[in-house]
């Protein structure tokens, strides 16, 4: 079947030429030889598209599960306590909430948003218990002399070996005023 079709599409791709060349010489002024083209074109499409669908099987459904899959872990959400915007002031509290957190401490760094970040603030927050849905920890700007775009980094501190390493979890843009 396959063959025969082969030798169809030959057939038809010869055709098309010699029809091509009878609209070159003509100089595309034959309505003939341009509704002739036209209609090769087409039966080569529809011949290759039938071709292309009948010799494929459709793909398989996919898996049912019984089960919903894991919320994601460590979804940071950073709200400032008192009103809805990103502009704080010193002394302002921040709001940090972790869902379905899997460290048992986190670093809250806040950098200056320039080319050259430099850490403005750094506070580490432990759990109370392993067990939490959601953990929560206020962050207070403390006193600083800078003034301007800053950004809000939580990492999750991972401890091996006597040695702490941050894995990065969220971060949030704010404004110090």
């Given at each position: ?8 599409y030959i057939?038809?791709g ?14 595309g002024k034959?309505?003939?030889?341009i509704?002739?083209?036209y ?5 080569m ?5 039938l ?11 996919p ?5 919903e899959p894991?919320a994601?872990?460590?979804e940071?959400?950073?709200l400032?306590?008192h009103g809805?915007?990103?502009q704080l002031h010193v002394g302002?509290t ?11 401490k986190?670093?809250v760094?806040?950098f200056s948003?320039?080319?050259?970040p430099k850490?403005i603030?750094?506070s580490l927050?432990?759990?109370?218990s392993k067990?939490?849905?959601v953990?929560?920890f ?6 600083t002399?800078f003034k ?5 980094e939580?990492s999750?501190?991972k401890e091996?070996?006597e040695e ?7 971060s949030r843009s704010?404004?110090i005023?």
């Amino acid at each position: 079947m396959r063959t025969k079709a082969l030798f169809l599409y030959i057939a038809l791709g010869a055709a098309f030429a010699a029809v091509s060349l009878w609209v070159f010489f003509s100089r595309g002024k034959s309505a003939k030889a341009i509704r002739a083209k036209y209609r090769l074109g087409g039966a080569m499409i529809a011949a290759w598209t039938l071709l292309s669908a009948s010799g494929h099987t459709p793909p398989p459904p996919p898996e049912v599960t019984c089960y919903e899959p894991p919320a994601p872990s460590n979804e940071v959400n950073i709200l400032p306590k008192h009103g809805s915007g990103c502009q704080l002031h010193v002394g302002d509290t921040l709001i940090v909430r972790v869902y379905d957190p899997t460290y048992e401490k986190f670093r809250v760094n806040v950098f200056s948003a320039e080319e050259d970040p430099k850490l403005i603030q750094s506070s580490l927050f432990e759990l109370e218990s392993k067990n939490l849905s959601v953990a929560n920890f206020d962050l207070t700007i403390e006193e600083t002399s800078f003034k301007g775009d800053a950004l809000v980094e939580i990492s999750g501190v991972k401890e091996e070996d006597e040695e702490e390493t941050d894995n990065f979890v969220g971060s949030r843009s704010i404004s110090i005023l």
